[in-house]
């Protein structure tokens, strides 16, 4: 019984996520949403540079810092 209960479900899901698909695509919203990935993918790109490069920033700042100690030892 359960066996058949997992099948129903994984076939009901199926069904909704191809009516949802199908709905995009047929009502020309697939176009707008494709447009709003793009732009929120552009942005989570930026701050990611952005962070990587603060990162390298903070490691020269380290490794400088490290430096300076030693050099006084």
Known sequence: ??????????FV???AVGAAIGYLLASGKADELKEELQE???KI???IDKQIERGKEL???????AEQTFKQS
């Open 40 to 42: 929120t993918a552009s």
């Open 59 to 65: 490691v020269d700042e380290i490794r400088n810092k």
């Open 1 to 10: 019984m359960d066996r058949k209960s997992n099948t129903m479900l994984s």
């Open 13 to 15: 899901l199926g069904a």
């Open 45 to 47: 790109k930026n701050e």
